[in-house]
């Protein structure tokens, strides 16, 4: 992959700034995060498998998983993350690589969740990574996530380094999500300060239920 590439960009920029990051984001654990991390306690028993899509330095969100008792499989892009993520969270589980390009059998986990990590992504992979999200979901099963509200994709300085992220938009995200069959229990839009530093951003969060038919493919 060249230097320009955004799966390079996002890994390189994590890998660079891995301690940095964790310094500045472990200690602030966002309030919808977290709640819908203590809403997922309550909805499945402990034992339950969760895919946990970026992960990042592990804290706090693997952390609150783990404390629930859940086993935890944690993906991160960045070596240097994970790095930190096994030392933060050793009762985990972890993987290095794109998530588009990791592969579990279908109906593998319990719950898949994916927060402030899909918008990393290509916007073209978002609608293909999420099949893959629901298809390694049991029947019944959860699917947690945020991304942007608005359409777009950029390239930006932040945190001293080059960062890619991108979005489906608010119509983009329901649009695919009814198509593989989801029960959607509860869609947001809120504001979430805490994780951008000094100016506000709204995030588009999913809290969705995997439904019970078979999952077809999306019409192009």
Known sequence: MSASDPKTIVKDGYD???????????????????????RLGQSLPKG?????????????????????????T??????????????????????????????FPEQSFDAVMAFYS????????HGLML??????LKPGGWLLFNTGTKEEERTRDWMGVKMFSSSLGVEGNEQILAEYGLE????????????????EEKFHWIWARKGFRKIDTPKS
């Open 131 to 136: 099949k893959k999200m629901v298809q390694w």
């Open 118 to 125: 899909l918008f990393h992504l290509p916007r073209d992979e």
């Open 16 to 38: 660079a700034i891995a301690l940095k990051y964790h310094q500045w984001a472990s200690p602030r654990p966002t309030k919808k995060r977290t709640e819908y991390i203590e």
């Open 74 to 103: 944690g993906v991160d892009i960045s070596s240097s993350q994970l790095a930190l993520a096994k030392e933060h969270v050793p009762a985990a589980h972890f993987m290095q690589g794109d998530m588009m390009a990791i592969e």
């Open 48 to 72: 339950s498998k969760v895919l946990e899509l970026g992960c990042g330095a592990g804290l706090p969100a693997t952390q609150q998983l783990v404390d629930q008792g859940f086993d935890v």
């Open 184 to 199: 959607l229990t509860d869609v947001e839009a809120v504001i979430d300060a805490e994780m951008v530093g000094s100016f």
